[in-house]
């Protein structure tokens, strides 16, 4: 596994570890055994996790995660630890890195900030722009479905254009903060945002991200 990808992936385990089988998550309404069996899921059964993206597999999707989420959570933790089997194509480091970075790194807060007493994490500069990097492919995409036009802005003034369009919203904050945002996570993203007020009431509510 590649560096950034096999340290979120740890991180996500480790906190869910802490967090126990019953705690509650940003992700949906989804606890974190919910959580771990999705993670576990989406590694060990591509036929399943197909349902993420396809909706006439979202039933099928459902069963095999509650047949994951019925596992001792303990388990469910190493299957985590451990990484996907051989036969998956998230073992490939390639791929491990450009399908997991983000995806690990988003459902850690996912666990870190459903707590209540959460504290920001620090992030290096090399991962800060790793992340960075991501959001400025994958902006588009992200904020396909604002009302408003979106623009993400670095602190040092870099931008990304989520979505075109009038008025606009202008997003400051740290890579970090700024992929919560993105990832539908707005409410507990750090972030400053300028624009018309109705505007930046639009974008706080709109379903930014992708498919879980």
Same mark, same amino acid.
């Given at each position: 596994?590649?560096?950034?990808a096999?340290?979120?992936?740890?991180?996500?385990a !480790?906190l869910?570890?802490?967090?126990?089988?019953?705690?509650p998550?940003?992700?949906? +309404?989804?606890?974190?055994r +919910?959580l771990a069996?999705h993670v576990?899921?989406?590694? =060990?059964?591509? +036929?399943?996790?197909?349902?993420?993206?396809?909706?006439?597999?979202?039933?099928?999707m459902?069963?095999?995660?509650?047949?994951?989420?019925?596992?001792?959570?303990?388990?469910?933790?190493?299957?985590?630890?451990?990484?996907?089997?051989r036969?998956?194509?998230?073992?490939?480091k390639?791929?491990?890195?450009?399908a997991?970075t983000?995806?690990?790194?988003?459902?850690?807060? !996912?666990?870190?900030?459903?707590?209540p007493?959460?504290t920001?994490?620090?992030? !290096?500069?090399?991962?800060?722009?790793?992340?960075?990097?991501?959001?400025?492919?994958?902006?588009?995409?992200?904020?396909?479905?604002?009302?408003v036009?979106?623009?993400?802005?670095?602190?040092d003034? =870099?931008?990304?254009?989520?979505?075109?369009g009038?008025p606009?919203?202008?997003?400051?904050? &740290?890579?970090? &903060?700024?992929?919560l945002?993105?990832?539908?996570?707005?409410?507990?993203?750090?972030?400053e945002?300028?624009? +018309?007020?109705?505007?930046?009431? =639009?974008?706080? !509510?709109?379903?930014?991200g992708?498919p879980?």
């Amino acid at each position: 596994m590649s560096t950034h990808a096999k340290r979120e992936r740890l991180l996500l385990a !480790d906190l869910l570890e802490s967090a126990g089988p019953g705690a509650p998550t940003l992700c949906q +309404d989804w606890t974190t055994r +919910d959580l771990a069996a999705h993670v576990v899921m989406r590694e =060990r059964r591509a +036929d399943a996790a197909a349902g993420i993206l396809f909706k006439p597999l979202a039933s099928r999707m459902e069963r095999v995660m509650a047949e994951f989420a019925a596992k001792p959570y303990e388990e469910l933790i190493q299957l985590i630890r451990s990484g996907p089997p051989r036969s998956s194509p998230f073992a490939l480091k390639q791929i491990d890195e450009a399908a997991n970075t983000v995806e690990f790194f988003v459902h850690a807060e !996912d666990v870190r900030r459903a707590q209540p007493d959460w504290t920001p994490r620090e992030i !290096d500069t090399v991962f800060a722009d790793v992340l960075w990097a991501r959001l400025e492919r994958g902006a588009r995409l992200l904020g396909r479905k604002a009302s408003v036009g979106l623009v993400v802005r670095r602190p040092d003034g =870099r931008t990304a254009v989520a979505r075109r369009g009038t008025p606009v919203v202008t997003v400051t904050g &740290e890579p970090g &903060e700024l992929t919560l945002f993105l990832f539908g996570r707005q409410r507990v993203a750090r972030v400053e945002m300028e624009g +018309d007020k109705e505007a930046i009431a =639009r974008v706080q !509510d709109a379903p930014l991200g992708l498919p879980t």
